[in-house]
């Protein structure tokens, strides 16, 4: 069973930068989609950005596009997204997930424990 790591979530301000993480136990998930979710509280689930198994295609929701950027590294099996610009709206936990095709959340094959990202106003 793949697990999926997540890291680099904290408390930042308004108008600040992060970065976030995503570590796949193994290279299983080197030809699959993979991508960011989140979840803020009271909430559906939200679409964030998903990079193509080779990187060469990148997908990004209207709430975040030319604020975040997704990269993919195949040879350690790691996403991140970054964020700049931040708003309290982005506050929420981000989930990464990886699967053979793109779709909503629940249909990747495997799904990380998410991190927790606060932008204080």
């Known amino acids: 069973q793949v697990q999926l790591v997540e890291s680099g979530g904290g408390l930042v301000q308004a108008g600040d930068s992060l970065t976030l993480s995503c570590v796949a136990s193994?290279?299983?998930?080197?030809?699959?989609?993979m991508g960011w979710f989140r979840q803020a509280p009271g909430k559906e689930r939200e679409f964030v950005a998903a990079?193509?198994?080779?990187?060469?295609?990148?997908y990004y929701g209207d709430s975040v596009k030319g604020r975040f950027t997704i990269s993919r590294n195949r040879a350690d099996n790691t996403i991140d997204l970054r964020m700049t610009n931040l708003k309290p709206e982005d506050t929420a936990v981000y989930y990464c997930?990886?699967?053979?095709?793109?779709?909503?959340?629940?249909?990747?094959?495997?799904r990380g424990q998410g991190t927790q990202v606060t932008v204080s106003s």
């Open positions: 997930a990886a699967g053979k095709y793109f779709g909503p959340f629940h249909d990747f094959e495997y």
């Open positions: 990079v193509s198994w080779d990187g060469g295609s990148r």
């Open positions: 193994d290279g299983t998930v080197s030809t699959y989609v």
